[in-house]
T-cell receptor, first 119, second 113 residues
């Protein structure tokens, strides 16, 4: 069955600390996409990144970085030097374009990790 | 350009009533999705439109839920005989095509009393 697990329900850090949000996924497909979205208190889901299953290169965008490891079915997200504005719920999601009986392109979300960054 | 918009932002209704939630996708996006997010959970897929047709409605919980997209742009999610369990945030997303990145609207918070 297709599934996304975000085991960390809530994380609290102090500003300038680094923090890693974990994401583990399950899929039987060889072709799939992984996403991270941010949901600030305002409620709107903000797209952060999309990776396809054939590209295992880590990605860095400013203070954000992502570590994709197919061997452990993980797609972890690290925020370096966290800031108060990073406080939000972060969702990891999976999409399977060619799946039979799976999502077929629709997003399967984890339950999210609530990150609180304190000044 | 303009993002996905949803109206109303909040809707309070009584059990048994009918409600309509509207989604206006990003211009040029052919794919449109509805998701439902309950408190403390991730969004869950409801229905997907490609153009005017509902290509996948496997996520609709029962036949009280229905959605249309008559001209391939704006979509309306319709809920009949609302129940308290329908209370949630209803999210709409659009993408250029089915496998592309989905961009979400601000959602409609539905409260059924």
């Amino acid at each position: 069955a297709q599934k996304v697990t975000q085991a960390q329900t809530e994380i609290s850090v102090v500003e300038k600390e680094d923090v890693t949000l974990d994401c583990v996924y399950e899929t039987r497909d060889t072709t799939y996409y992984l996403f991270w979205y941010k949901q600030p208190p305002s409620g709107e889901l903000v797209f952060l990144i999309r990776r396809n299953s054939f590209d295992e290169q880590n990605e860095i965008s400013g203070r954000y970085s992502w570590n994709f490891q197919k061997s452990t079915s993980s797609f972890n997200f690290t925020i370096t030097a966290s800031q108060v504005v990073d406080s939000a719920v972060y969702f990891c999601a999976l999409s399977e374009p060619a799946s039979y009986g799976g999502s077929q392109g629709n997003l399967i979300f984890g339950k999210g990790t609530k990150l609180s960054v304190k000044p | 350009g303009a993002g996905v918009s949803q109206t109303p932002s909040n809707k309070v209704t009584e059990k048994g009533k009918y409600v309509e939630l509207r989604c206006d996708p990003i211009s040029g996006h052919t794919a449109l999705y509805w998701y439902r997010q309950s408190l403390g959970q991730g969004p869950e897929f409801l229905i997907y439109f490609q153009g005017t047709g509902a290509a996948d409605d496997s996520g609709l919980p029962n036949d009280r839920f229905f959605a249309v997209r008559p001209e391939g742009s704006v979509s309306t999610l319709k809920i009949q005989r609302t129940e308290r369990g329908d209370s949630a945030v209803y999210l709409c997303a659009s993408s250029l095509a089915r496998w592309d990145t989905q961009y979400f609207g601000p959602g409609t918070r539905l409260t059924v009393l």
